[in-house]
């Protein structure tokens, strides 16, 4: 019987690739199947993985949120005299349900700059943002364009699109086949502190 040779082509092989945690971002890596369509927004996604220059940081998400129900009372608030509101409280409240519609589409990142204060989005906002909703003109958009993160307002001018700010001392960005953009999902909400 002969002795069976080993195959030198394919297979881990010591010494060879990256050493662990010398990648972009530090820490082991694990390869994925991704669909071609959605490529371009994972590469956006992970290039900008929680850094804030230039934009927007996207922050940790989670398919499985954590429930957390709170009293929310009835009625609306007084700006005047205060009255007793235990009397009041209609329901217990958990914000996963308020703001997370579908959370497996969901993720949320802070907003830098001041092109969308007329929207009510401020510095350092959360927004959140749905992937599974359709990004027609008038709604509030998250989009990478040429590898940059930016929130703006979707519109149709006519024949051409463009991306409204919503601050006059910024220009609007009218689209074009020079640009590479990718929708990456509709702002439903803004978390902003006071």
Request: include cysteine.
């Amino acid at each position: 019987m002969s002795e069976a040779t080993p195959n030198k082509r394919g297979g881990q092989r010591p010494g060879a690739g990256r050493k662990s945690g010398t990648g972009p971002f530090g820490e082991p890596t694990q390869p994925i199947r991704v669909p071609l369509s959605l490529l371009p927004s994972v590469k956006a996604l992970l290039s900008r993985s929680g850094k804030q220059p230039g934009g927007l940081a996207i922050l940790p998400f989670t398919v499985h949120p954590t429930k957390l129900s709170l009293p929310m009372f009835s009625g609306k608030v007084a700006a005047g005299f205060p009255s007793p509101a235990d009397d009041y409280v209609e329901k217990s409240l958990d914000l996963n349900e308020l703001l997370v519609q579908k959370p497996a589409a969901t993720f949320f990142v802070r907003a830098e700059g001041e092109s969308m204060l007329g929207a009510g989005i401020h510095p350092n906002d959360i927004l959140v943002v749905d992937r599974s909703i359709e990004p027609v003109p008038g709604k509030i958009v998250i989009c990478a364009l040429n590898g940059e993160l930016t929130v703006k307002r979707l519109e149709r001018d006519g024949d051409h699109w463009k991306l409204k700010a919503e601050n006059p001392a910024y220009a609007d960005i009218v689209i074009h086949a020079e640009l590479e953009m990718v929708i990456l999902g509709v702002v439903t909400n803004v978390i902003h502190a006071v």
